[in-house]
């Protein structure tokens, strides 16, 4: 597979408004064309793409990080959202969600919630007690031997 060129959704959706306004005016799709390429500043087979990609994008546009223009060497099979357009296939490249983290097993006889038998509950401090809890500890250290 060999990378033709890309597209950026940023730059897709602004052209996909500004198309359908030109197509309101009653503008023919040649006019549009031009009118897009002196927009964006495309010209000749990179218009083409262009025009192309935006068809492909109007489809997909939920979720759409980019449009890949590639072609496939002989005996390459077309990945499974492409989109043949002459010679070219266009391919929509969408967002990936971020997967929610998987839940560790707890260890056999530990209680639901200690996971593998760590401590539960946030440190406190990253540099270990501060003197007031020092001191809070010895007192109740002290008051529990007294007890005893």
Not at 137 to 146: E, G, P
Request: aromatic share 6%; net charge positive.
């Amino acid at each position: 597979m060999k990378s033709i060129t890309e597209f950026q959704t940023h730059k897709l959706v602004k052209a996909i408004e500004a198309k359908t306004a030109l197509a309101a005016e009653g503008k023919t799709p040649e006019e549009i064309q031009q009118n897009l390429g002196a927009t964006f500043k495309l010209e000749g087979d990179k218009l083409k793409f262009f025009f192309n990609a935006l068809d492909v994008a109007a489809q997909n546009i939920e979720k759409l990080s980019r449009i890949l223009v590639v072609s496939l060497a002989e005996g390459e099979n077309a990945p499974h959202k492409a989109i043949k357009i002459e010679e070219h296939h266009y391919i929509p490249d969408f967002q990936v969600e971020a997967r929610q983290p998987i839940l560790e097993k707890p260890t056999k006889g530990a209680r639901p919630g200690q996971g593998k038998g760590k401590k539960s509950g946030p440190k406190s401090s990253p540099w270990g007690m501060s003197p007031e809890e020092k001191a809070s500890k010895k007192a109740s250290s002290a008051a529990k031997a007294k007890a005893e």
